[in-house]
């Protein structure tokens, strides 16, 4: 995120005041990235800001996704399977030197180096390999034993259940028996699915990705960063906005701080016209917040953010 754009950038920006303000486009509206305060306290009633740029509002509990995300590693590291040979992930390899057994047409898959939406880290497992959506099979993971609540993955790619004719889908196999699954949205978009296995801590078991579909509506299917975790991760938040959080100061911490719950938010109107909006603060009077301006959306469509004038007051901004 480029945090400051000038005035007399050529971009028709108007509605904000001095020389200079927040424009996270940076020469593409696939940048994404987040700026967050230091802790301040909530003195006023409200917290007014002016804001234009793309109208992608804050998705409750939504997972935020990483800045950056081509070199990122999620925690736990190493996961279960990021499909990456190495630190740096760039080396194509065979799946199998990874754990994975491919059969039908994938008895040699590889995995794949692709930069999609919600793909964590430079490699993926994905189907789409020679004839892409002409290619079936399946490939299936080592044995590992359940020591967690909760396997979460990425999926994206083809949305045919299993069970139906022509799946692609990623099961979890307990003593060889189907108890979870999911599929793609027919996009090339990863977002998260999270399996409850609390019934099943201490069994072995397998993930397998079945392709069974030749047509070309989404007939493959892709998989990253498998996670054995205490807790589900819900869907990626694709947004453009400022968000207010409580805030705990934890020398401790990740910077110094633990964000807590969302206060309130903001986002753009789709256009290069900043205008007033406001986060009322009432509820936290008196109490440690962050302001955090968020781009975490990759789309053409207005996926960047335009900020000027983020200040506490005790009246609202008139809102257009």
């Known amino acids: 995120m ?15 005041q001095g020389e200079f303000y927040l424009d996270s486009w940076n020469y593409s509206d696939r940048r994404v990235g987040h700026l967050t305060s230091q802790p301040i306290t909530a003195t006023a009633d409200y917290l007014n800001v002016l804001i234009g740029g793309g109208q992608h509002p804050h998705r409750p509990g939504g ?19 990021t499909f990456e040979a190495s630190d740096m992930g760039l080396n194509i390899v065979p799946l199998a030197s990874l754990g994975w057994t491919g059969a039908g047409d994938f008895a040699n898959a590889q ?29 299936t993971s080592a044995t ?19 069970g139906s004719p022509g799946a692609t889908a990623v099961r979890l196999l307990v003593d060889g028996q189907t108890v979870h699954t999911a599929t793609g949205d027919n996009s090339a978009s ?35 960063n498998v ?6 991760r819900n869907p990626w938040s694709y947004e453009t906005g400022v968000v207010v959080r409580t805030a705990v100061e934890n020398p401790s911490a990740p910077n110094g701080v633990v964000l807590g719950d969302v206060i309130g938010s903001v986002t753009g109107n789709n256009s290069s016209a900043m205008v007033p909006a406001t986060i009322d ?15 975490t959306y990759t789309g053409s469509d207005w996926g960047h953010l335009l900020i000027d004038q983020i200040v506490l007051s005790n009246q609202a901004a008139v809102t257009p």
């Open 2 to 16: 480029s945090p400051v754009g000038q005035a007399d950038s050529g971009k028709d920006v108007t509605g904000y």
């Open 63 to 81: 997972t935020i996704p990483v800045p950056d995300g081509y070199f990122f590693r999620l925690e736990p590291n190493p996961a279960f399977a």
């Open 111 to 139: 995995n794949s180096t692709n930069f999609l939406e919600g793909q964590v880290g430079p490699a993926v497992l994905d189907t789409c390999v020679g004839r892409c959506d002409a290619e079936m099979g399946t490939i």
């Open 144 to 162: 590992f034993a359940i020591t967690e609540d909760w396997i979460n993955l990425l999926v994206g790619g083809g949305d045919h259940p299993w």
């Open 190 to 224: 990863l977002d998260w699915t999270a399996w409850d296995v609390r019934a099943w801590i201490g069994q072995d078991a397998q993930i397998q990705v079945v392709d069974d579909r030749a047509s070309n509506d989404w007939g493959h299917l892709m998989i990253d």
């Open 227 to 232: 996670l054995f975790e205490n807790q589900p």
């Open 281 to 295: 603060l009432r509820s936290v009077a008196g109490q440690k917040i962050v302001v955090q301006v968020l781009d």
